[in-house]
């Protein structure tokens, strides 16, 4: 049994029926490390064993990855452990932003907020990367207010526009890869169900959007427009995904592979 280590810092953020599913079907115990249900809120937690992790999901929440919380500084530092020792980690939105400053980036307010369908400009780096390239159609569901450079030595993989609150566009990242740690500035792991409970738990999010948007329509159109693109993506993610793990050795299929040669060795 392999070992992933889940970091929420939200509680109706999950890791998607979709992607637990695959990682359950992959072999991987889920171990949930819930941030926010730390005392004091978002204090530091307990040290997890990189020798005994196979895998570190970091998930997105409404925090600023710049916020001094000692839990967030905790996981910096747990995310640049990982990247130095090889452990390959999968990071979306907020952990997306921490990965980035463990690996010496910054992040900062967009002047903007977004929470729906958003087109994003593939680089031709990530066209061709072996995990990334599994995208084929550059629309991804978003919910964020801050963005992310790209941290020496990291390639970036994919762009996009932001709309700020005085009306102009703003190119941002969209994704990067450093070794095995992927950073996604949006949701792979997002399935229409949880969409509808993250519109109910999180509508507060569709106000800061700006006075160009109206929250009650952003919302619905939201549903709507992923309950005809939710198959599309949880099928194209679920590639992804099972790219990911392949590419860094974790999958059941790499072990598969490497079977043959150890028994003939």
Request: aromatic fraction near 10%; charge should be negative; include cysteine.
């Amino acid at each position: 049994m392999k070992n992933a280590l889940i970091i929420r810092h939200a509680a109706p953020e999950s890791l998607g029926a979709n992607f637990t599913s695959i990682l359950s079907e992959q072999g991987f115990q889920l171990n949930p490390l819930n941030l926010f249900d730390l005392a004091p809120a978002y204090g530091p937690f307990p040290q997890p064993d990189l020798c005994q992790t196979d895998l570190i999901v970091s998930l997105g929440g409404p925090l600023s990855a710049n916020d001094p919380f000692p839990a967030l500084e905790q996981e910096q530092e747990l995310l640049s452990e990982a990247f130095r020792a090889g452990v390959p980690v999968f990071a979306v939105c907020l952990g997306a932003q921490l990965l980035c400053r463990a690996l010496g980036g910054t992040v900062q307010p967009t002047g903007g907020y977004q929470f729906g369908l958003r087109k994003i400009s593939v680089t031709e780096a990530g066209d061709v990367d072996p995990v990334f390239g599994k995208i084929r159609v550059p629309l991804v569901p978003t919910l964020h207010g801050d963005c992310f450079s790209i941290p020496a030595g990291a390639t970036s993989l994919a762009e996009g526009h932001i709309l700020l609150r005085d009306g102009r566009y703003r190119r941002i990242n969209m994704a990067f890869r450093a070794g095995n740690c992927f950073a996604f500035q949006f949701e792979p792991q997002l399935t229409y169900d949880e969409l509808v409970v993250w519109n109910r738990e999180l509508y507060a999010d569709y106000l800061i959007m700006g006075d160009n948007f109206d929250p009650a329509e952003e919302a619905a159109r939201n549903l709507r427009e992923f309950a005809k693109f939710a198959p599309i993506h949880e099928a194209q993610m679920g590639d992804l995904l099972l790219a990911f793990l392949l590419d860094c050795g974790i999958s059941s299929a790499s072990e598969q592979a490497v079977a043959p040669q150890e028994a003939g060795a």
